[in-house]
């Protein structure tokens, strides 16, 4: 291929952090008018590159050229002069400001005096919103917004740019099957409009759907470009791992026939979210709650652990009904939640990956006076993050400074540690690269072996399938009917969630 045919060439990048090298000699080009997967397991070095088109990092070493120039990317007002566009895993909201707010932030339309020109603002956002045919007003307070309508507002801001070059880092994480539908039209609308694009995904069916070509990092190396109609899935994940995934399919229910009901919930009704909520989740067993965006799965999360009230009915745990319900309670009767708002609610970024696994078992490793031993605390967090295979220098790394999906593997150890009788997880694997989940699915079946009742909540229909026995069918905040995992696939899943 003709090299002036490449919008973005990345040659020979090297980066180093503390005598880590993260990148060792790593190559990326994009051509005009295609789209670019970039793929790799959480810690390969992908966000790393990105940082670097972004200006966020310097390498130490290597040239980037744009549009066949070289390209002195310094800073970030440097690659957005060049064109170059990012919608970043990490969302980038103002939660006080309306959704038109958000979609133009720093590019607000103003009239000749410099005065914002808010009603022009919201028609222009709501016909962005219209565009992708998602149920969202221009008017709304960002804070109010699940974490799925934030991530589209973020795909809605950069549309607003004069973009030659669009980065997308894990775009589809939040969204539902059907918005993935939109949102692929979206991208290849586009792409016809000659707008290249880098796609940073951990969802193999979406990356050879959408790409034309896509380059696999694989412990900071380049580990092969391939042509997408060209290659397989396994063959990526190969690429990607050095070896195939397992799969975490379910060969039997731990669920005993007299197994007692660890949960139940009864007419559990919250104003505007979700009503008559009825369930009993019994030990051993793991059930998934799936559904449209805005039908309930987070907010019944949420109001289980007593993060958020409800207005009616009852929650019984262990055979008895909670008269209070709030997360300090739910705790100390054992239970634990993963929310899908992790870097909000799941860690202290600062504090290291010892601190943050064992924050809820502290008192283990804590005599009498308030002494911890940090021996071992250690020894208990080093096992702990083997088991959970997070990718780190030491215990002692703080968790802010790890990938994605590193991050979700110490959540998630954090409460394996607890060692819980209910264990509710909301959108447990996103962000997660594919061996990673295979590997939490089997701490998700080993747990219900040892007798927890498991509750995921995920739009991830073949992650339900995968792991559960049973699935709720919610919609729009009401219980539609249980199905047996075993007995679908994911059309027919799909079909009656829809």
């Known amino acids: 291929m003709d090299k002036n045919n490449h919008i973005v060439e990345m040659n020979h990048i090297v980066k180093s952090f503390s005598g880590n090298v993260v990148l060792n000699d790593v190559s990326f080009h994009l051509r005009k008018g295609e789209v670019h997967s970039l793929m790799g397991a959480n810690g390969a070095g992908k966000s790393t590159l990105i940082k670097v088109l972004n200006g966020l990092y310097t390498a130490d070493s290597g040239e980037i050229l744009f549009d066949g120039k070289p390209a002195n990317i310094k800073k970030v007002e440097d690659a957005k002069k060049l064109g170059i566009a990012f919608v970043h895993q990490e969302l980038n909201i103002c939660p006080d400001l309306t959704v038109a707010e958000n979609i133009f932030v720093g590019n607000l339309k103003r009239n000749s005096m410099g005065v914002f020109k808010r009603k022009e603002t919201i028609k222009e956002a709501q016909k962005l919103i219209d565009m992708i045919q998602v149920d969202m007003n221009a008017t709304d307070i960002v804070r109010n917004l699940r974490a799925a309508e934030k991530q589209i507002i973020e795909i809605l801001k950069a549309l607003t740019m004069d973009a030659k070059v669009l980065v997308l880092d894990e775009p ?56 997408a109609k060209e290659i397989t899935k396994d063959e990526l994940i190969v690429a990607m791992m050095g070896k195939r995934a397992d799969s975490g399919r379910r060969q039997e229910s731990y669920v005993r026939a ?110 009498k006076l308030g002494i911890v031993n940090f021996k071992k605390q250690k020894e208990y967090s080093d096992s702990l ?112 969630i829809s």
Do not use: W
């Open 172 to 227: 589809t994480s939040s969204l539902n099957e059907k918005e993935k539908e939109i949102f692929i039209g979206i991208v290849n609308r586009l792409k016809q409009q000659g707008i290249s694009i880098i796609f940073i995904s951990h969802f193999l069916e979406d990356v050879l759907l959408l790409s034309d070509r896509v380059t696999v990092l694989k412990d900071g190396i380049n580990s092969g470009v391939f042509e």
């Open 258 to 367: 007299d197994a007692p009901v660890i949960l139940e919930l009864r007419n559990l009704c919250s104003e505007g979210r979700f009503e008559n909520i009825n369930m009993k989740i019994k030990k051993g067993s793991i059930t998934g709650v799936c559904g449209l965006l805005g039908a309930g799965k987070t907010e019944i999360a949420r109001a289980i652990m007593g993060i958020d009230k409800f207005n009616s009915g009852e929650i019984v745990l262990n055979g008895q009904t909670l008269s209070r319900v709030t997360p300090e309670i739910m705790m100390r009767n054992h239970v634990a939640i993963v929310t899908e708002e992790r870097k909000t609610e799941g860690f202290v970024p600062m504090m290291s990956i010892r601190e943050n696994s064992t924050l809820s078992i502290q008192k283990k490793f804590t005599n």
């Open 385 to 496: 993050s083997r088991k959970m295979t997070v990718k780190m220098s030491s215990v002692e790394q703080a968790v802010g400074s790890l990938s994605g999906g590193n991050q979700q593997k110490v959540v998630i150890g954090r409460c394996v540690a607890s060692e819980p009788v209910l264990f509710l997880l909301d959108e447990p694997t996103r962000g997660v690269d594919v061996l990673a989940k295979s590997e939490i699915y089997k701490i998700l079946l080993e747990m219900a072996k040892e007798g927890v009742a498991v509750l995921v909540f995920s739009s991830e229909l073949e992650e339900l399938l995968e792991v559960c026995d049973d699935i709720i069918i919610l919609k729009k905040g009401k219980i539609q009917g249980m199905v047996s995992a075993d007995e679908m696939n994911k059309n027919t899943l799909m079909a009656k």
